[in-house]
């Protein structure tokens, strides 16, 4: 049984990585992920430059999941493109650099950097970035989306993915897949945290930013992530692919997200939890499931959920 999988011509021998955003944040954290058992990493989306973050408690872990409002804390994308170009020139491994700028201007600004560095990898631009005040997330506005993706693919020749939130309406799938067809996409990710949920311990909110509204992530999201995995790997070109994430802490989670469609899966909420670690023990679940099953590579099975007559 083999676990490798293949996006836009770039290969790696797992397909289970970190989520943006979990054991990313700086060369300590990217190393464990990089000598774990899984594929590659991606780093925290990074800004132009590093940013504190929001006032603490801003990360709350539950039995059921997690809840975040960071912020947006990193060191900037000079610190993430520099150790991922001289790490890619030592592994000879693919790795992935997440991005998000709080302005166009400066979403272009870095995407222009990448594009004259020699660096080796792929690009996951995070749509969940906020927009003109008062406007929604910039996924969520989608001639905006389009307006930026537009802008972007005149000049960046480099593989690009886009990081998206979850939708939940039938017609935002199909607005948004139009939207996605249209340019050169490496993949989707799909699903960023389901946005401005609100955990409560006793009578209080558990984390300070936002009066406690914050992203929500683990076992409560695993059905709106698959369904987004799903719906986009019904709706996309076959050049786009699909990276899954969201509520995967089992085999079992991991083998769902592919038979979806997912070509890569990426592990947030359980990987915080769990310690990198996790890579090992969602590899070896996967594969008691795929030898169960007679299955010998991803592909076997990718993509091929059964519905019902
Ligand atoms: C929510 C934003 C701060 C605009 C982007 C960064 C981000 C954060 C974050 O840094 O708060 N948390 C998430 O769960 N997903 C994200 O994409």
């Given at each position: 049984v083999l676990l490798n999988t293949t996006i836009a011509g770039y290969e790696f021998d797992n397909c289970l990585m970190n989520a943006a955003g979990v054991c990313c944040y700086d060369h300590e954290e990217l190393t464990m992920v990089d000598q774990s058992s899984a594929g590659t990493f991606v780093t925290k989306s990074a800004t132009k430059t590093s940013r504190e973050g929001n006032p603490l408690?801003?990360?709350?872990?539950?039995?059921?999941?997690?809840?975040?409002?960071?912020?947006?804390?990193?060191?900037?994308?000079?610190?993430?493109?520099?150790?991922?170009?001289?790490?890619?020139?030592?592994t000879k491994k693919t790795y992935f650099l997440s991005m998000t700028g709080l302005s166009k201007e400066e979403t272009l600004e870095m995407l222009k950097q990448v594009e004259l560095s020699d660096f080796k990898g792929m690009v996951e631009l995070n749509l969940s970035c906020p927009n003109v005040p008062g406007k929604p997330q910039l996924a969520y506005d989608l001639p905006t989306t389009e307006n930026l993706l537009t802008e972007v693919f005149a000049f960046f020749t480099k593989p690009l993915g886009v990081k998206l939130p979850p939708y939940f309406d039938i017609a935002h799938f199909d607005a948004a897949a139009e939207v996605y067809n249209k340019f050169p996409l490496a993949f989707v990710n799909c699903v960023n945290s389901i946005g401005n949920g609100l955990i409560i311990n006793d009578e209080t909110v558990v984390i300070k930013p936002k009066n406690g509204f914050g992203g929500i992530g683990g076992d409560y999201i695993k059905p709106t992530a698959l369904a987004n995995v799903h719906a986009f790997y019904q709706r996309l070109k076959p050049s786009i692919k699909i990276i899954g994430t969201g509520g995967v802490k089992t085999g079992r989670d991991v083998f769902e997200h592919i038979l979806c469609g997912a070509s890569m899966v990426?592990?947030?909420?359980?990987?915080?939890?769990?310690?990198?670690?996790?890579?090992?023990?969602?590899?070896?679940?996967?594969?008691e499931i795929m030898q169960e099953k007679g299955y010998q590579t991803i592909e076997d099975f990718r993509g091929k959920l059964q519905y019902l007559a």
């Open positions: 408690p801003r990360y709350q872990a539950v039995p059921l999941g997690s809840i975040n409002s960071m912020g947006l804390p990193n060191l900037g994308l000079d610190y993430y493109l520099d150790y991922v170009r001289q790490l890619e020139k030592q990426q592990v947030g909420t359980a990987l915080e939890k769990e310690g990198v670690e996790i890579f090992a023990r969602l590899s070896q679940e996967l594969t």
